[in-house]
C-alpha cells in the first residue's frame, strides 16, 4: 500500500490514460466504495427491521383500551398498560422535576463561571457519566434510598431519583453546547445595559439558547422514558395503578414490557408488542422533534 | 428599566436588581452560589455511588477477597440476615460480560468505522445528515425493544439459521461447538453489536470530520484515489479516536442489561462454546434482584461495584483519549 503511494509519477499523464497499476487502484477505488456503501446499507437495517416488526406486531394490540385498563394474567387476553403508562408518567414527571433545573443550572455554571479547575472537573465527570452502566445506578439508588440511609422501599420517588441520575449529564452536556453557542456580544449587550450577571443569565443567555435546551432535555426524557433496568431496583414495577409518592412499588412500561416480554404466554407477548409500539413510538417522536427543534435553532444563528 | 413605572411607588419593587440595594448586590452571589452547588451535585453524585455501593458490598469483599471474588467459579447465595453465609464467585458472570462485550465490539467495530467513512467521504452532501440521525437514532430505541425485538423476532428468522450454518461448518472448533439453544452469548453479543454501532459511528464519524481538509487536498492533488485518501490520511490520523470509540462502545456493552438478559440465557455456569448459556455481570443482577434475599443482594451489589470499576476505568481513559482530540459535539446525545 504504502509503496504504491510513494511510488514517483514521472509525467502527467491523466488517471485514465494511466499504464495497468491504476487501473488497479481505479478497480480498488470502486470496491472500497461498494463496500462502504453495503456497510452504510447493513447498517440502516436493523432500525428498519425493528421499526418494521415493532409496528406491524404492536399495530393490532393498542387500542383505547390497552392505555385505561389494567393488565389481566399473562394468559388471558385484552386489557393493557394502565398501569405502566400512569407509573412511567409519574415517575418521569418527577424526573424531568428534578433533572432538567440542575442540569441547566450545572450547564450555566460550567459555562457562564468557567472555565476553572472546578468546571472542567465537573465537565469530564458529567461525560463519564454518561457511561455509568443504568444496573448500576439502580443498584446505588437501592443502596443509598431503598435500604440505606433513606431507608424509603422501593416507590415512586426512588424510582424518579434513579431516571434523573441517568438523565442529568445527558441533560447538562447538551445544555453546555448550546449555551456555548450563544455570543458574547449578547451577554455583554445586557452588561452594557446595566444587567447584573444573573440577569444576563436569566433574561438573555438562557432565552436565547431555549431552543437548544429543549432539544437536549426531549433527548434526556426520551432517554428516561425507556430505561429499565435502574426502576428493577428502585420502582420495583407494579400491576396496578399506584398514586403513592413513596412506600409502594410502582409500575413502568418498560417494567411491563419486560416481564410480558419474557413470559411464555401468546396473550401477554402480544401486550408486550404493543407496549413496544407504544414505547418506541414516544421515543422516536421526542428523539425527532428534538432534533428538529435543534436544527432550527442552529440555522436561526 | 422600570424607574419609569408610573404607579409603583414602592421603591424596592422597581429596583430590585438596581446596583444600589442592597438586596441587588445580594443577587449576584446567591445566583453563583447556587449554580455551583447544582454544578458539585454531578461530584456529589459520584461519590456517593462510589461509597454507598462499596461499604455496601463491603463484607462479601471481606469474606472472599476481591480477586477470590472475581475467580471463583461458584455462586450460592446464603439467606442470613447478619452475616455472609454463601459463595460468592462472579467469573461465570465476568466471563459471560467479556465473551458477549468482545463479540460486539469484533462486529460493531468494522463496520462503525465503514460506515463513519461513508458518511462523511462517500454520501452525497445531502444525504450525509439524514443518514448519520437514521444511524443514531437506532440509540434512541429502548434496550428492552431491543431484547423482545431480539427474542421474539431476530433470534428465531435470522440469528438461529445463521447458527445453524456456523454449526455446520465449524463445529469442530471448540468456540462453535453445538448444542444451539438459540440464546446465548452469540445472540445476545449480536445484539450489543447493533445497540453500541450508533455510539461508535457518532465518535469516529466527528474524529475524521475534524481531519485538516488540506491534507486531504494534498494527498488528491498528488493523484491519490479516494480509498487512498481515506486508507492511507484520515484512518491513520484518526486512530486515536477510533480507540475510543470503540472503548466507549465497550463501555456500553459491558453495561448492558435488559437486551442482555433477555438474550444470554441466564444459566449461572460458563461454557466455552459462543452457542453456550450464561450471565453477565449486570444480566445476573437484573435476573435475581427481584428475589434475592438481602445477604444475596449485597452479592450483587459486589457484581455491580466490579462492573462500575471496570467501565469506569474504561470511560475516564476513553473520554482522556477523545478530550485529547479536541472539543467534541453532540455526543452527549448517544
Request: a positive charge; proline letters at 6%.
Amino acid at each position: 500500500m504504502s509503496t504504491m503511494t510513494s511510488t514517483p509519477v514521472r509525467q502527467h499523464v491523466p488517471l485514465s490514460q494511466r499504464p495497468p497499476g491504476s487501473s488497479f487502484r481505479r478497480f480498488k477505488d470502486l470496491l472500497a466504495t461498494v463496500v462502504l456503501t453495503m456497510a452504510m446499507i447493513l447498517a440502516m437495517i436493523p432500525l428498519v427491521l425493528i421499526i418494521f416488526e415493532v409496528t406491524r406486531r404492536g399495530i393490532g394490540v393498542v387500542d383505547l383500551d390497552f392505555f385505561t385498563q389494567t393488565e389481566p394474567p399473562p394468559r388471558r387476553e385484552g386489557g393493557g398498560y394502565a398501569a405502566g403508562f400512569f407509573g412511567t408518567l409519574y415517575i418521569m414527571a418527577l424526573a424531568i422535576s428534578m433533572s432538567i433545573p440542575f442540569g441547566i443550572a450545572t450547564a450555566v455554571y460550567i459555562v457562564e463561571y468557567g472555565p476553572n479547575r472546578m468546571t472542567s472537573t465537573i465537565r469530564f465527570f458529567t461525560d463519564v457519566m454518561t457511561g455509568i452502566p443504568s444496573i448500576f445506578v439502580g443498584l446505588f439508588v437501592y443502596g443509598l434510598l431503598v435500604i440505606g440511609w433513606g431507608g424509603l422501599g422501593f416507590g415512586t420517588f426512588v424510582g424518579a431519583v434513579a431516571i434523573a441520575v441517568m438523565m442529568l449529564p445527558i441533560v447538562t452536556r447538551s445544555a453546555e453546547e448550546m449555551l456555548r453557542l450563544v455570543p458574547d456580544e449578547m451577554r455583554n449587550a445586557g452588561y452594557g445595559l446595566g444587567a447584573r450577571k444573573w440577569q444576563v443569565i436569566v433574561h438573555t443567555v438562557l432565552p436565547a439558547a431555549a431552543p437548544g435546551l429543549t432539544t437536549g432535555s426531549m433527548l434526556a426524557i426520551a432517554r428516561g422514558i425507556g430505561e429499565t433496568a435502574p426502576l428493577m431496583m428502585t420502582a420495583f414495577g407494579s400491576g396496578l395503578i399506584v398514586t403513592g409518592f413513596q412506600g409502594d412499588p410502582q409500575g413502568s412500561v418498560p417494567l411491563q414490557l419486560f416481564k410480558g416480554a419474557a413470559q411464555p404466554f401468546e396473550a401477554g407477548i402480544d401486550r408486550a408488542w404493543g407496549a413496544a409500539l407504544c414505547l418506541f413510538a414516544l421515543v422516536l417522536i421526542f428523539t425527532v422533534v428534538a432534533r428538529w427543534v435543534g436544527s432550527k435553532a442552529s440555522t436561526a444563528d | 428599566m422600570s424607574t419609569q413605572a408610573p404607579e409603583a411607588p414602592a421603591p424596592e419593587e422597581p429596583r430590585r436588581g438596581s446596583l444600589t440595594s442592597a438586596k441587588g448586590r445580594m443577587a449576584d452571589p446567591i445566583f453563583k452560589w447556587a449554580v455551583t452547588a447544582c454544578g458539585t451535585i454531578v461530584l456529589v453524585i459520584l461519590a456517593l455511588m462510589v461509597i454507598r455501593t462499596t461499604s455496601e458490598a463491603w463484607p462479601v469483599f471481606a469474606k472472599e477477597g476481591f480477586f477470590g471474588f472475581l475467580t471463583g467459579q461458584e455462586w450460592r447465595s446464603g439467606d442470613s440476615r447478619t452475616e455472609i453465609t454463601g459463595t460468592y464467585g462472579a467469573w461465570p458472570f465476568i466471563y459471560g460480560t467479556l465473551v458477549t462485550s468482545a463479540i460486539a465490539i469484533v462486529m460493531a467495530l468494522p463496520l462503525a468505522i465503514m460506515v463513519a467513512f461513508y458518511i462523511t467521504h462517500l454520501a452525497p452532501r445531502r444525504l450525509a445528515k439524514p443518514l448519520s440521525y437514521t444511524v443514531e437514532l437506532l440509540a434512541a430505541v429502548p434496550s428492552v425493544i431491543f431484547g423482545l425485538w431480539g427474542l421474539h423476532w431476530f433470534l428465531p428468522n435470522v440469528l438461529r439459521p445463521f447458527f445453524e450454518v456456523l454449526e455446520n461448518l465449524l463445529g469442530w472448533f471448540f468456540l462453535f461447538e453445538g448444542p444451539i439453544r438459540g440464546v446465548g452469548y452469540m445472540a445476545a453479543g449480536i445484539v450489543l453489536a447493533i445497540m453500541i454501532l450508533p455510539i461508535m459511528t457518532a465518535i469516529i464519524r466527528e474524529v475524521i470530520a475534524v481531519h485538516p481538509i488540506e491534507q486531504r487536498m494534498a494527498a488528491y492533488a498528488l493523484g491519490s484515489t479516494r480509498w487512498e485518501v481515506m486508507r492511507n490520511i484520515v484512518l491513520p490520523a484518526g486512530f486515536s479516536g477510533i480507540v475510543a470509540a470503540a472503548m466507549l462502545g465497550l463501555g456500553r456493552a459491558l453495561g448492558e442489561t435488559i437486551a442482555v438478559l433477555m438474550l444470554i440465557g441466564g444459566s449461572q455456569s460458563w461454557s466455552t462454546s459462543l452457542f453456550g448459556t450464561g450471565s453477565s455481570m449486570a444480566s445476573h443482577i437484573a435476573a435475581t434482584f427481584g428475589e434475592a434475599t438481602p445477604e444475596a443482594r449485597t452479592g450483587l451489589m459486589a457484581i455491580g461495584v466490579a462492573l462500575f470499576l471496570v467501565t469506569m476505568i474504561i470511560n475516564i481513559l476513553a473520554r482522556v483519549i477523545v478530550r485529547r482530540l479536541g472539543r467534541m459535539t453532540g455526543d452527549a446525545a448517544v
